[in-house]
């Protein structure tokens, strides 16, 4: 049996994966994050436990897969600011419960991509790339069907690319990077003042405002400005990778109705990219809550 832990910012989920499908799951809320190494490790063996006894099942696990934010490198979690989680290797306090069993962890987003690539919508094409919008940007990239992973850092960390020369502060230290213009952290952040609101919102009330502020000019104009934005990120990717599919994940998929017209016109105008290949095809992932438990186990 293989099994998929998906951490998430604020919750840890657990689910025993066959052929790309979650067979049963279990999931708890993260709400202590004060010595944070401990409680993690505990929470995980008790639903793992709850999640074989609940089913009645043997403990016969040959694999357990872990997908979680922030940098991972050498099987360690060197830092999930979100989870207050720095250098801290995982695997090694699970395998002293299940020390015959393999143990892997990956990054989040290419935990997601790999789901996508396989069972989702990039699994015809050869050469693609996975976005993961959300509170940053993460990507992932599969050349010739296989995933490009470089030995040093977890790599493609394509929210990071600058667009915009002295541009915004990102979190990372640089200035203009990508994902400080067009996460949807940023989107969220640009909306608001837009409105001149101060308060912090949730993906839902983003939502509604843009729902109901469809006829607004400056909320018109700044969509726009952020799918300009947008475009220069994914013209360059597409100048350098050629890829035959963009697979959008992550929160970005609610905004689909405000963002992806706009983003195709600013896309398709003249000089926008050097590639005269073929235009990629775009598609939004279809495995939602579900790629990070699947993703985690391939
Ligand atoms: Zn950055």
Not at 122 to 138: A, L
Not at 144 to 167: A, C, R, T, W
Not at 208 to 232: F, P
Not at 251 to 260: D, R
Request: include cysteine; glycine fraction near 8%; proline fraction near 2%.
């Amino acid at each position: 049996m293989k099994i998929g832990i998906d951490l998430g910012g604020s919750h840890v989920a657990v689910g025993i994966v066959e052929n790309g499908k979650i067979q049963k799951h279990l999931e708890k809320d993260i709400v202590e994050k004060r010595q944070i190494e401990n409680v993690l490790v505990e929470d995980i063996l008790n639903l793992i436990k709850a999640l074989l006894d609940n089913n009645k099942l043997e403990e016969n696990i040959e694999k357990i897969g872990i997908s979680a934010p922030g940098i991972i490198h050498n099987d360690t979690i060197v830092k999930a600011s979100n989870l207050n989680l720095y250098n801290f290797n995982l695997i090694s306090k699970l395998k002293e419960n299940y020390p015959k069993t393999e143990i892997n962890i990956r990054n989040d987003g290419k935990c997601a991509a790999v789901a996508e690539k396989k069972y989702g919508s990039m699994q015809n094409y050869s050469d693609c790339i996975f976005m993961n919008i959300g509170t940053g940007i993460g990507g992932a990239v599969f050349l010739n069907y296989k995933l490009l992973e470089p030995k040093k850092s977890s790599g493609f960390e394509i929210g990071h690319m600058v667009i915009q020369k002295d541009g915004k502060l990102c979190t990372c230290g640089k200035k203009g990077c990508f994902e400080a213009y067009c996460s949807i952290k940023a989107l969220k952040n640009q909306v608001l003042e837009v409105l001149g609101k101060e308060e912090n919102i949730t993906g839902k009330e983003l939502w509604n405002l843009l729902k109901y502020n469809d006829k607004n000019e400056k909320i018109e104009n700044l969509l726009d400005e952020y799918a300009e934005n947008l475009a220069t990120g994914i013209s360059n990717l597409i100048d350098i990778f050629e890829p035959e599919i963009i697979c959008f994940g992550g929160s970005f998929i609610h905004y689909e109705l405000w963002i992806m017209e706009r983003l195709m016109k600013k896309l398709q105008e003249p000089n926008r990219m050097f590639s005269r290949s073929k235009f990629p095809q775009m598609s939004m992932a279809v495995l939602k809550n579900e790629a990070g438990i699947i993703g985690a186990v391939e």
